[in-house]
């Protein structure tokens, strides 16, 4: 599929979730993700590995959503806490929520390249010119960032390795000894990437760069049949989702 | 048309790949954290007073916006997509940039702008982000958070405060 219709998709649905607000809306938009999980095809562990880190986030915000909200019947009182109806009923959206969210990211950053998400960024952004915004300028800058991440990551561990092995301690020490700790991995960082920078855009000149005005596109995005089904799905959800909700 | 004034040559370019190689580090150091396993200090202020401070609120804002669009296309974003983290992660670098861009070192600009990130960034906007993305309550989001964003803006005026000094130190020699 169309990284541009995929990364549409994905804004899109964390818009139309704050449509659903009861059971019925609930589940269709449960139902809609995890056809979209399905479709994937990958193994749940995935997906698993994408809630992980925020597992015990969502819990403790389902946990406070639960006793902090009042209303309906009350089965459990003590001080500021109250456990009710309503705040069960709460906090089991939150926790959907949160899961259907994550999900539907990590469907979206599982299938897709880096490479293509940002070429997608970079098209949702070209309306930004009207706005006398700098796209180009932002294109060029993030293909850029995209291209060092990985070169970076290594000359980072180098570093840490480098410094290491002349005695450099990065975990232990107080406070302050571990603020200064991180002036040794900084500081050649941050000259190796000044040199990279003069050393890249000399380069980019003397291929004959001047500008992103008048170029052409080597990787071009093409839509697909697929996106206009996936979109289409989610004009129905949305339809879905309006007659549903209670007003 | 006037395409010549909109040429990119020489040091503009140079500087806007230094942004984008910033922009690379930024994401990097916010793959790191340290500090004992209650709070975690994650690095990512580094980058965003990196920016700041070499190119200046508005450049920076761009930068942390991109860094943030990057890092989601790379490492996939942690509770989701959503444009409010952005903007979140644009404020920081402006303030950063505001108080930080071509003036001197200065303790009082470290703590003052360490604080008002804290507050307008971490506290107001992320949890106002948090509140409307889950529907939680902004009390309930604000509770979760208060504990360690009482802790954390400490260490970070620590490490800024160093951090400052070194790259100023690589500035001047350059």
Redesign the interface.
């Known amino acids: 599929m169309d990284p541009r219709g995929k990364l549409l998709a994905t804004i899109f649905f964390v818009c139309i979730i704050f449509l659903a607000n009861n059971w019925l809306s609930y589940s269709i938009i449960c139902l809609f993700s995890l056809l979209a999980v399905w479709a994937t095809k990958l193994k749940p562990k995935v997906f698993w590995d994408g809630v992980k880190p925020l597992i015990g986030l969502i819990f403790f915000t389902s946990l406070l959503q639960l006793f902090f909200t009042s209303g309906g019947e009350v089965y459990w009182k003590w001080w500021i806490f109250t456990c009710s109806s309503y705040g069960i009923t709460n906090a089991v959206y939150i926790f959907i929520r949160f899961t259907l969210i994550i999900l539907i990211s990590t469907v979206m950053t599982v299938t897709t390249m880096p490479l293509e998400i940002a070429d997608a960024m970079e098209w949702i952004l070209t309306p930004l010119k009207i706005f006398k915004v700098p796209v180009d300028k932002i294109a060029l800058v993030m293909s850029i960032a995209l291209r060092f991440v990985p070169t970076l990551f290594d000359e980072t561990f180098k570093i840490m390795n480098a410094q290491r092995s002349r005695g450099a301690d990065f975990n232990n020490g107080g406070l302050i000894k571990r603020a200064k700790a991180i002036a040794p991995l900084l500081v050649p960082l941050f000259i190796n990437s000044l040199q990279t920078a003069v050393d890249l855009s000399t380069a980019m000149e003397a291929r004959g760069y001047r500008g992103s005005e008048g170029r052409t596109r080597y990787r071009v995005l093409n839509w697909s049949k697929y996106d206009l089904y996936n979109l289409g799905y989610f004009v129905i959800l949305t339809v879905l989702l309006l007659i549903f909700r209670t007003h | 048309m006037n395409?010549k004034s909109?040429?990119?040559?020489?040091e503009e370019?140079?500087k806007?790949?230094?942004?984008?190689?910033?922009?690379?580090?930024k994401?990097?150091l916010s793959q790191f954290s340290?500090?004992p396993a209650m709070v975690k200090v994650g690095?990512g202020f580094?980058g965003s007073v990196?920016l700041g401070y070499l190119f200046g609120p508005i450049w920076g804002a761009?930068?942390g916006g991109?860094?943030d669009?990057?890092s989601?296309?790379?490492?996939?974003?942690?509770?989701?997509?959503?444009?409010g983290f952005t903007l979140t992660a644009m404020a920081a670098p402006l303030i950063y940039g505001l108080f930080f861009y071509k003036k001197p070192v200065e303790i009082w600009r470290i703590i003052v702008s360490t604080i008002l990130v804290t507050i307008i960034v971490n506290i107001a906007m992320n949890t106002l982000w948090?509140s409307?993305?889950?529907?939680?309550?902004l009390?309930?989001?604000l509770?979760?958070r208060i504990p360690k964003e009482a802790i954390v803006p400490w260490?970070q005026m620590?490490?800024i405060?160093?951090?400052l000094?070194?790259?100023s130190?690589?500035k001047i020699k350059?």
């Open positions: 395409s909109k040429q990119i040559r020489g370019l140079r806007l790949v230094l942004l984008g190689i910033i922009v690379a580090i994401i990097i340290f500090g690095l580094i990196m761009v930068g991109i860094s669009l990057i989601s296309a790379i490492f996939g974003n942690q509770g989701g997509f959503f444009i948090v409307l993305l889950y529907g939680v309550d009390k309930v989001a509770i979760q260490i620590v490490v405060y160093f951090v000094q070194a790259l130190r690589v350059k």
